[in-house]
């Protein structure tokens, strides 16, 4: 049987590495960086440690514009000769930063990496998997889209437009094969939170005050629930937003 594709954004870092390998014993991948050719390099390394005869390809591409995805996209066709069967939106910075107090242009800038460019290349990726009828895109969202948090107008905004933005195109390319839904972790291990973690830990607050479960999630975590989402397993789940946070969203732990 000829594997499928699986096209992940953010792929050689954090939960896009950890969807990775997940995935990686199950479809070829083509996994989307913006700079770090040494951490790209590494996780391909550690990829073909885990799959020795895995098809795994890295595309160099930052991703601001709907012209990038739609680029992304004829680059990977072309380089491996195969349209891609499941699409994993994964990539994105946070830019934090009270509303008033940010130039209005970081605000677009958050917007159209997380939300503008999601749709583009599902909408580029779309058109195969609605043909094959099968196709599997998972959209990372995060319970910043439901929770607020001070200095998070962009990325609160991009990532309830996702959820919407998956709620909709479920509905309309279910009856295909094509399942769309989306994934909200909550506090995760990966470099963008490092900061964020750090400075919990200095206030005082530790992180078992702030998650029920005492800790922080691994990218794995994340992974595996991907990589069920792609399987035939979940054929039947579509149009869903799944929240992995320990618990944190539930509420005070220590009411």
């Known amino acids: 049987m000829t594997r499928k594709l699986a096209l992940i954004t953010g792929g050689t870092s954090g939960i896009g590495l950890g969807i990775a390998l997940k995935l990686a014993p199950e479809y070829d991948l083509a996994l989307v960086f913006a700079s770090d050719t040494v951490k790209a390099a590494k996780a391909l390394e550690q990829l073909k440690s885990l799959i020795p005869e895995g098809q795994f390809h890295l595309f160099q591409k930052r991703l601001s514009t709907p012209e990038d995805a ?28 009270l509303f008033l107090g940010s130039d209005f242009s970081k605000h677009v800038e958050i917007i159209n990496e997380h939300l503008i460019v999601t749709m583009a290349l599902t ?14 895109v998972i959209n990372l969202s995060s319970i910043s889209a439901k929770y607020a948090k001070r200095g998070q107008t962009n990325y609160a905004a991009a990532k309830s437009g996702i959820e919407g933005f998956t709620k909709t195109l479920a509905m309309e ?16 291990q990966t470099p963008m939170t490092e900061e964020l973690v750090k400075s919990i830990e ?4 530790g992180l078992k005050k702030r998650i029920p479960a005492g800790r922080m999630g691994q990218p794995s975590e994340v992974g595996a629930l991907a990589a069920f989402l792609c399987s035939e397993d979940a054929a039947y ?14 509420g005070d732990t220590h009411s």
Not at 202 to 205: A, D, I, L, N, V
Not at 237 to 250: A, E, K, P
């Open 173 to 188: 390319v279910a009856h295909r094969g094509v399942t769309v839904n989306s994934i909200a972790p909550g506090l995760i």
């Open 202 to 205: 200095e206030s005082g607050e």
């Open 237 to 250: 789940i579509t149009g869903t937003v799944i929240t992995i946070d320990g618990g944190r969203s539930l």
């Open 70 to 97: 739609k680029a992304l996209y004829e680059d990977v066709v072309a380089k491996t000769g195969i349209k891609p069967s499941i699409l994993v939106n994964s990539a994105g910075r946070i830019q934090d930063g």
């Open 123 to 136: 909408h580029a990726c779309l058109k195969g998997m609605y043909n094959a009828k099968f196709g599997r």
